[in-house]
């Protein structure tokens, strides 16, 4: 029973059978399991629900993260994103996804040294990245060199372990810089950087991207704070399509680095992670603020979409928009204004005051100013879904660790309507038309 005393069931009838079936509601859904008693024939397989990409169907019950895209609304485990961009590290959110609450000082002290303590790869790596062509995409790179850290460490496989699990979050998010920088070293064919265990998480991550003959890398604190900053926007995002590539292939229970290569090439992907190097690419085709009207016209014909605008879950400005576009600046202030930010701010505003954008609901989302930060710092777009890839590793772990404690989830096997042929014989080639 529901407070006001009503009841929390859905009845519904089979017209076929004018027979009706009370379902329970919880959490306000049905379990699609309860439709599987629907049928018109007792030895019939049953009623199931029909979601090409689970656009209505929760895969699972999370503590993680909360969305509400119609207000423009993301928490980690409670926290408004602005919040934590603004007070919190990148480790501390690492802490808070993976346990559930901030960590106290001791806590983060730990925490930090073991993610330190783990930022090395072994030296086989290396020749391995060496392997791949001079001009192969970071990620491809990446993707490969996490699968294969299952092969270093094969006490990864034993996932029913929470020390194993937990060992092998502090390795993989202490890893991903490493790989993701030599990754980039390797297309610059520059020599690959150790980690530099004094410095921070990110930087560390830029003395490996950036450090030459210096003897000590010393980041720039604008620069590392930034950096920082946006690996937490990019931390977690509930059940999108890489945090469910983790979830379902980690539901086999194989071990976590093959679970994150599955992720990490769901991201590769142009409609997840490779948005934000398409935002620079339209800028750039846009030329100057003079043509904006004109590609705007374009887009409101169908002829193109507006990059880094609009998106499936927010109807509202994507909170984390909102904190890049402030720290574009800050990073400018620092490096030098990357001339495609001012291109970008007149975009949005002309875009936002014009009605096509208003009625559909389309905002700037997370991709619109990020690709413009990341080539003011020197890299080239395609290492954006790289960078984007490190910031979300603590997500994808969280996600995997709760799916792996949570008693209801088991393999992930989704059901399909056949449509295909009956039973039919085999027709020797000969007599094949
Ligand atoms: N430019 C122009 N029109 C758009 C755009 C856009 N970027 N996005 C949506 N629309 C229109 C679309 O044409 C449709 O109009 P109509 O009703 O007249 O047919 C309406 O808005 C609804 O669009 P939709 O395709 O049903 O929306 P969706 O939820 O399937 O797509 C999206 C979401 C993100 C794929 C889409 O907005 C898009 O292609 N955006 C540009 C690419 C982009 O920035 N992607 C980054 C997403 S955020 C990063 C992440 O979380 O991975």
Redesign the pocket.
């Known amino acids: 029973m529901s407070k006001d005393g009503s009841k929390e069931t859905l009845t519904v009838t089979d017209n076929r059978t004018g027979k009706a079936y009370e379902l329970p509601i919880t959490n306000g859904t049905i379990r699609a399991m309860d439709l599987r008693q629907i049928k018109v024939e007792e030895n019939e397989f049953g009623m199931m629900s029909y979601d090409p990409a689970f656009t209505n169907t929760a895969s699972t019950k999370s503590k993680i993260t909360y969305i509400d895209g119609a207000n423009g609304v993301l928490r980690y485990r409670g926290y408004t994103i602005a919040d934590l961009a603004e007070n919190a590290s990148f480790l501390e959110v690492s802490y808070l996804l993976a346990n559930g609450e901030l960590p106290n000082r001791s806590n983060l002290d730990e925490f930090v040294h073991n993610i330190t303590y783990h930022t090395l790869v072994h030296e086989n790596i290396r020749q391995f990245i060496d392997a791949f062509r001079y001009d192969a995409h970071p990620m491809g790179i990446l993707t490969s060199t996490v699968a294969a850290l299952s092969t270093f460490y094969p006490d990864a496989k034993h996932v029913s372990d929470p020390e194993t699990r937990r060992l092998q979050m502090y390795r993989l998010i202490a890893k991903m810089p490493t790989l993701a920088a030599y990754a980039y070293r390797h297309r610059r064919g520059l020599p690959y950087v150790y980690p530099d265990n004094d410095l921070s998480y990110a930087g560390n991550f830029m003395s490996m991207l950036f450090k030459m003959t210096e003897v000590k890398y010393r980041p720039s604190p604008v620069i590392e704070k930034a950096l920082d900053t946006l690996f937490i926007l990019h931390a977690d995002?509930e059940q999108?399509?890489s945090a469910n590539a983790m979830r379902s292939v980690g539901s086999s229970q194989v071990d976590p680095y093959s679970a994150t290569a599955a992720a990490c090439a769901a991201l590769y992907g142009p409609?997840?992670?490779g948005?934000n190097e398409?935002?620079v690419r339209m800028l750039h085709e846009i030329g100057s603020v003079a043509k904006i009207p004109e590609y705007l016209e374009k887009?409101k014909r169908?002829e193109v979409?507006?990059?880094?605008?609009?998106?499936?879950v927010y109807k509202n400005y994507?909170p984390r928009a909102k904190v890049i576009k402030k720290l574009a600046y800050q990073v400018f202030d620092e490096v030098g204004k990357n001339p495609l930010i001012d291109m970008a701010v007149e975009l949005e505003r002309i875009a936002l005051e014009d009605d096509?954008?208003g009625s559909?609901r389309?905002y700037p989302?997370?991709?619109?100013y990020s690709g413009i930060i990341y080539q003011a710092l020197g890299l080239p777009v395609d290492m954006f879904p790289v960078l984007f890839a490190i910031g979300r590793t603590p997500g994808w772990i969280a996600q995997w660790e709760e799916l792996l404690t949570d008693e209801e989830q088991r393999i992930a096997r989704p059901r399909q309507i056949y449509l295909g042929y009956d039973e039919r014989k085999y027709v020797p080639i000969m007599q094949r038309g």
């Open positions: 995002h999108n399509c409609l997840h992670g948005a398409a935002v887009v169908g979409r507006l990059m880094g605008f609009g998106h499936r994507d096509y954008f559909r389309l989302n997370v991709d619109f």
